[in-house]
Nanobody, 126 residues
Framework: QVQLVESGGGLVQAGDSLRLSCAASGRTFGSYTMGWFRQAPGKEREFVAA????????YYADSVKGRFTISRDNAKFTLDLQMNSLEPVDTAVYYC???????????????????WGQGAQVTVSS
């Protein structure tokens, strides 16, 4: 089992950047594909990005491709999401999650993920 805690959310203006972090407990962090999801008010939770166990392969939703970067540091048990050129439509609660699915391009729905953080609010004003 792994426990996940997000940090780094906040209120920014359109065009700004923000970096989310996810701290994982336990030495099994490196055995999971990790992902970021987000959920806006009144909408379903949606996939944002995923990275494989060693951080060499990433996969992004089309809506964030070229603007967001997912990365991980297995030595520090951390997962990050660098968000650039933020837009009001990026406003949501962002969640990190852990999956046993090997390929990030397959781990794109909530059902593939076993463990979830509590979420971090990101608000982008226009």
């Amino acid at each position: 089992q792994v426990q996940l805690v997000e940090s780094g959310g906040g209120l920014v203006q359109a065009g700004d950047s923000l970096r989310l972090s996810c701290a994982a407990s336990g030495r099994t962090f490196g055995s999971y594909t990790m992902g970021w999801f987000r959920q806006a008010p009144g909408k379903e939770r949606e996939f944002v990005a995923a990275v494989n166990r060693i951080g060499s392969i990433t996969y992004y939703a089309d809506s964030v491709k070229g603007r967001f970067t997912i990365s991980r540091d297995n030595a520090k048990f951390t997962l990050d999401l660098q968000m650039n050129s933020l837009e009001p439509v990026d406003t949501a609660v962002y969640y990190c999650a852990a999956s046993r699915v090997i390929s990030p391009s397959v781990a794109t729905t909530s059902r593939e993920y076993l463990y979830w953080g509590q979420g971090a609010q990101v608000t982008v004003s226009s």
